[in-house]
């Protein structure tokens, strides 16, 4: 994903998983640190697979943009991951990562 260096926005992450994600959490790990997030909207099955959009609840900044309590990211790329637990049951999965120009 670009991510400009005078934006402040919230991480949307899509999910696809082989379980009905309803009543797990959700998290996104931007370089070595998890960040909560929320599921948006309802989970929507096919082909046994399960597909919903889950949105960080903190704000990242770029470099040049105000932070005001936003994760401020440096200009180069950044390293994600999603991570979901349902009961005992944690999945952790490789993301899109993040470009800061």
Do not use: N
């Amino acid at each position: 994903m670009k991510f400009d260096a005078g934006t402040r926005t919230r991480l949307i992450a899509t999910m696809t998983l082989d379980f009905d994600p309803t009543g797990s959490t959700v998290e996104v790990k931007v370089d070595s640190t998890w960040h909560p997030a929320s599921w948006q909207d309802a989970a929507v099955q096919s082909g046994g697979k399960w597909t919903q959009a889950a949105r960080s609840t903190g704000y990242f900044a770029g470099p040049e943009a105000t932070a005001d309590g936003a994760t401020v990211l440096a200009a180069g790329r950044h390293a994600t991951q999603t991570r979901v637990t349902s009961g005992t049951d944690v999945i952790v999965a490789d993301s899109t990562p993040i470009d800061v120009s």
